[in-house]
């Protein structure tokens, strides 16, 4: 699976946006760009996946670059409870095999 | 439906003692998986069961180390003459890893083992 980048902190006012980024400039064809967030004390949470078309969902948005070296994960309007550590994922198949979680973004939602 | 539970949420132990840690996944996933997250540390897979076929246990640290899944359902990973180093939450997921889809893990709250 390919290697993941991603700022290690970032800090968002409540009811703005997130922008969170990840580079995975080695990134093959078939390689889907997972997202997951860990709220403290918690497992880790599913939020969406992608593989060259942008996607939303309830959660969040996705957007990937037309060259798919990087992607943006966009929450709309942050909430307090938005707060986590945000882990990019890039892998090859559907889902059948285990995850590799790097070091991810901790987002600190501010009031 | 119920979510993946874990027991017990917190385990205190002394070094060099056995401990046991379980998963139940949600009803038909039939894949699981087991990870570790020691503290300040991202999450480190362990072992994967995918229905009856042998399971990877690629990411096992050592042969203190081990786990079954009993009846396709149920998981234990089991820790021998625990070590200090053992300390971190371990967390099970489950997937229902149909074949040519997409194929979310769902995880538990996870068990915080603390190795005296």
């Known amino acids: 699976d390919a290697k993941t980048t991603q700022p290690t902190s970032m800090d968002c006012a409540e009811g703005r946006a997130a922008n969170l980024p990840c580079n995975h400039s080695?990134?093959?064809?078939?390689?889907?760009v997972y997202w997951y967030r860990q709220i403290h004390s918690q497992g880790p949470q599913y939020i969406i996946h992608?593989?060259?078309n942008n996607e939303t969902n309830e959660m969040a948005s996705l957007i990937i670059t037309e060259d798919r070296k990087s992607s943006t994960l966009i929450l709309p309007h942050a909430t307090l409870r938005d707060t986590a550590v945000y882990y990019c994922?890039?892998?090859?198949?559907?889902?059948?095999?285990?995850?590799?979680f790097g070091s991810g973004t901790r987002l600190q939602v501010q009031p | 439906g119920a979510g993946v539970s874990q027991s017990p949420s917190n385990k205190v132990t002394e070094k060099g003692k056995d401990v046991e840690l379980r998963c139940d996944p949600i009803?038909?996933?039939?894949?699981l998986y087991w990870y570790r997250q020691s503290l300040g540390q991202g999450l480190e897979f362990l072992i994967y069961?995918?229905?009856?076929?042998?399971?990877?246990k690629s990411g096992l640290p050592s042969d203190r180390f081990s786990a079954e899944r009993t009846g396709g359902s149920v998981s234990t990973l089991t820790i021998q003459r625990t070590q200090q180093e053992d300390s971190a939450v371990y967390l099970c997921?489950?997937?229902?890893?149909?074949?040519?889809?997409?194929?979310?893990?769902?995880f538990g709250p996870g068990t915080r083992l603390t190795v005296l």
């Open positions: 997921a489950s997937s229902s890893n149909r074949a040519g889809a997409h194929n979310e893990q769902f």
């Open positions: 080695t990134i093959s064809g078939n390689e889907y």
């Open positions: 992608g593989l060259k």
């Open positions: 994922i890039v892998r090859f198949d559907t889902g059948r095999r285990a995850l590799t």
């Open positions: 009803s038909g996933h039939t894949a």
């Open positions: 069961f995918q229905g009856n076929s042998a399971p990877d």
